[in-house]
C-alpha cells in the first residue's frame, strides 16, 4: 500500500519534480557563468544587471522547454528524438535570451549589457546539465529495469540484432511487468557477432542456435527477422523447432506498424504454417476481372475455405455476393464481417439452405441469376462418413449434382467445385463420394454451356476438422497428443492458397478440367505433432506424451493427387496442373445416380458401398460390415 501511495505521488508530481530540478539546473549554470566574470568586473555594478538577466534567462529557458513539449515526454524510455528535442530547446532559449537581454538591459536601465562570455557560458552550461540529468536518468533506469530479477522470470533469446531486434531488446528490458530476461542475442552477421546490442551480447550464426540455447538455459526464444525471405525465417524457424524453447515472432509488418510503447503486445507464436517444408505459394489473381463486377454464389459459405472465397472474392470487386450455408452461425459470422467492411460497395445476401434441398436452389438461383458459383459445401470428416455413408452421397454427390443442375439451367457461367487429394484411389467413403462429384463435374461439362472445373487440393491448416486444432487442444490440456500411425504423411496447404487456387482455376477453367497444385513435399503428421509440442514450449515425448492409436476406417498412410491414368497437363502457372479428363458416358453416370438416389433417400448403406465400389474401380474393397464397425468406433 505504502509503494503503490509512493508511486501515485511521484506520477502526479512527476512533472513538478522535473521543472524545479531544470530550474536548479539552469541557475546553476547562470551562476556559475557569472562567477568565471567575477575576477574581471567590478560585481557591484552588475549586481542588477545580473538578478535581472536571471529572471529574463530561466523564464526563456522555462517558456522554450514547454514549447518542444520537454515535459510531456517519459524520460525513462526517452530516445535520440527526445535528446534532440532538449538540445534545440536549449539553443532556441539561449537565441531568445542574448536577443531580449541585448535590448532591453541595456543604459539607462543597466549600467551595461551583460558580458558576452555569460551569454555563452550559461547557455552552454544550462544545456549540458538539462541534457545530462535526462540521459543520466534514462541510463539509471535501464540499468535498474535490467537488473531486476523477478520469481518465474523467462529467459530470452533474441535471433535478429538489427533495428527490429534492438527495438524488441529495449522493450523487454524496460517491461515494468518484468517477464522476460533477455540473456543472448543471434544474428548471421559475422560483423555483428561477438559486440554488444542494449547490454546483451550478440552470438552467431543460426546454426548455433541449440548450443546457445543450452548454455544460457533458454526458455522463449523471439524470430526478430521480420525483413528476412521466407526460406531464411523457415531454415530458422526450422533449427528454433528442434529446441524445447517456446518460439515466437515479431509480425512482418512490424517495421511499418510498431509502437514504441507496445512492441511485447505485437510478439506472436510462431504457427505450422510459418514452418512448412516449402515455399509458401502466392499464386497472383491479378485485378480477377472476370470477377469483378458479377454475380458470384459461394456455397458452404461459412466454411474455412467458403468464408475466405467469399473474402477475396469480396476484395477483387464481385457486383454481388451470395453466401448460402446450411450452419446459420458460421453463416452469419461471415455475414457481419463483410458487412462491415463492404457495407456501401457490396451488395451481400445470406441464404440459410441445403444443397440437398434442389427446390431451394431453384428458388435461389432463379432470385439472384448467379453467373459464377464456387461449390465448396461437403461433408468432409473421413471416420464419420465411414459410419453413415448415406449422408456423405446425399451431401456430397446429390448436393453437387443439384448445385450443378441450378448452375446449367439458370445460365451460370463457370462453375468451380472444391474436391480433395482423397478422391484419388479413395480408401474411404468420403473420397469415393468426391471422385463421383468430379466425375458429374466432367460429365456435365460436355452436355452444357456452363463451364465446369473442379480443384483437387490436400488438407488445409486451420481448416475445421483439420488435425492442427485437435493437437493444439490436445497439448493445452497436457496431452497425450494422438497419432494415428509414426509413419502417416499429409500434403498441406494454407488456407489462402488454397483458395488463392479456386479462384485462379476459376479463371483457367474451359470446361471439365481437374486442377491439382504442385504442393511440394509431403509432411509426416508425427513430425508435426512433435513441432506443436515444441512451439508450445514443451518437448515431446517428457512434457507431452505423444500416443499412436492406429489408422481410422478409411484411412491411407499417405495421398496421392493424381490417379495413373489421368497423366498430368502443364498450365501457364508452373504451380498449377490439370489433370487429364477420363472418359465416361454421361448418360451412363447419370442413369446411375438415378439409382442410387433411390438407396440414399432409403439409407441403404451397405447398398450404397456397393455402388460407390462399382461406380469407382479404384474404390478399394471393403468389407460390407466395415459400416457398422466404424460406427462403433467413430
Not at 590 to 608: R, S, V, Y
Request: hydrophobic share 45%.
Amino acid at each position: 500500500m505504502k509503494t503503490s501511495n509512493t508511486s501515485r505521488f511521484k506520477s502526479r508530481y512527476r512533472k513538478l519534480f522535473l521543472m524545479l530540478a531544470d530550474l536548479s539546473l539552469i541557475s546553476a549554470g547562470y551562476l556559475v557563468a557569472w562567477l568565471v566574470m567575477m575576477r574581471r568586473i567590478p560585481l557591484g555594478e552588475y549586481i542588477g544587471m545580473m538578478a535581472l538577466g536571471y529572471v529574463c534567462f530561466a523564464a526563456v529557458f522555462f517558456v522554450s522547454f514547454l514549447a518542444f513539449g520537454m515535459y510531456g515526454s517519459l524520460w525513462r524510455y526517452a530516445e535520440a528524438y527526445e535528446f534532440i528535442k532538449c538540445l534545440l530547446a536549449s539553443i532556441c532559449a539561449a537565441a531568445v535570451f542574448v536577443a531580449v537581454t541585448w535590448v532591453w538591459l541595456v543604459p539607462p536601465f543597466t549600467p551595461a549589457r551583460i558580458p558576452v562570455t555569460v551569454y555563452f557560458l550559461s547557455a552552454i552550461l544550462a544545456g549540458i546539465g538539462t541534457l545530462f540529468m535526462r540521459m543520466g536518468y534514462r541510463a539509471y533506469r535501464a540499468t535498474r529495469l535490467g537488473s531486476k530479477t523477478v520469481s518465474g522470470v523467462k529467459r530470452v533469446m533474441v535471433v535478429g540484432a538489427g533495428e527490429t531486434g534492438n527495438a524488441v531488446i529495449q522493450d523487454l528490458q524496460r517491461d515494468p511487468s518484468q517477464r522476460y530476461n533477455v540473456v543472448c542475442a543471434v544474428d548471421d552477421d559475422p560483423q555483428k557477432q561477438g559486440r554488444m546490442i542494449q547490454r546483451v551480447k550478440i552470438h552467431g550464426p543460426a546454426k548455433n542456435i541449440p548450443h546457445w540455447v543450452d548454455l544460457y538455459a533458454v526458455d522463449i526464444i523471439i524470430l526478430a527477422i521480420p525483413s528476412a525471405t521466407n526460406s531464411a525465417k523457415r531454415r530458422i524457424s526450422g533449427i528454433c523447432a528442434k529446441t524445447k524453447c517456446q518460439l515466437k515472432k515479431v509480425p512482418d509488418l512490424f517495421e511499418f506498424v510498431t509502437d514504441a510503447y507496445s512492441i511485447v503486445s505485437q510478439i506472436q507464436d510462431v504457427s505450422v504454417e510459418d514452418l512448412l517444408g516449402r515455399e509458401v505459394i502466392n499464386i497472383n489473381t491479378g485485378e480477377s476481372t472476370y470477377i469483378s463486377g458479377k454475380t458470384v454464389l459461394v456455397t458452404g459459405a461459412g466454411g474455412s475455405i467458403g468464408s475466405e472465397l467469399c473474402r477475396q472474392i469480396s476484395a477483387h470487386g464481385a457486383k454481388r455476393l451470395i453466401m448460402l450455408d446450411i450452419y446459420e452461425n458460421n453463416l452469419y459470422d461471415i455475414q457481419q464481417e463483410l458487412l462491415r467492411k463492404y457495407r456501401d460497395r457490396l451488395s451481400l445476401h445470406a441464404e440459410v439452405a441445403s444443397v440437398r434441398d434442389k427446390a431451394k436452389l431453384d428458388l435461389i438461383f432463379e432470385r439472384y441469376k448467379p453467373q459464377i458459383v464456387y461449390h465448396a459445401a461437403a461433408h468432409k470428416h473421413v471416420p464419420l462418413m465411414e459410419s453413415a455413408p448415406e449422408e456423405a452421397v446425399k451431401n456430397n454427390i446429390f448436393g453437387t449434382f443439384n448445385t450443378a443442375r441450378c448452375a446449367e439451367k439458370h445460365g451460370a457461367e463457370r462453375f468451380v467445385m472444391i474436391s480433395t487429394d482423397k478422391a484419388v484411389n479413395p480408401a474411404n467413403v468420403m473420397g469415393a463420394t468426391k471422385r463421383v462429384c468430379e466425375m458429374i463435374i466432367q460429365s456435365m461439362a460436355k452436355t452444357g454451356k456452363t463451364e465446369f472445373a473442379a480443384v483437387r487440393f490436400g488438407n488445409v491448416l486451420g481448416s475445421n476438422g483439420s488435425v492442427i486444432p485437435l493437437f493444439k487442444a490436445q497439448i493445452a490440456s497436457g496431452g497425450p497428443v494422438t497419432v494415428t500411425h509414426p509413419e502417416i504423411i499429409r500434403y498441406f496447404m494454407t488456407i489462402p492458397e488454397a483458395v488463392n487456387l479456386v479462384l485462379t482455376a476459376g479463371e483457367m477453367a474451359k470446361g471439365g478440367e481437374i486442377f491439382v497444385l504442385d504442393m511440394g513435399e509431403p509432411i509426416k503428421i508425427l513430425d508435426l505433432a512433435e513441432t506443436l509440442i515444441r512451439l508450445s514450449g514443451y518437448e515431446p515425448y517428457k512434457g507431452i506424451e505423444i500416443k499412436f492409436t492406429g489408422l481410422r476406417p478409411g484411412e491411407k498412410l499417405f495421398e496421392e493427387l493424381l490417379m495413373d491414368e489421368e497423366g498430368i497437363q502443364k498450365t501457364a502457372n508452373k504451380k498449377i496442373y490439370i489433370g487429364k479428363p477420363i472418359d465416361i458416358s454421361p448418360e451412363y453416370l447419370f442413369e446411375f445416380l438415378n439409382q442410387m438416389k433411390i438407396m440414399a433417400d432409403g439409407n441403404d448403406m451397405i447398398g450404397l458401398v456397393q455402388s460407390l465400389r462399382e461406380l469407382v474401380p479404384s474404390y478399394e474393397e471393403r468389407d460390407e460390415n466395415d459400416c457398422i464397425a466404424a460406427s462403433n468406433e467413430s
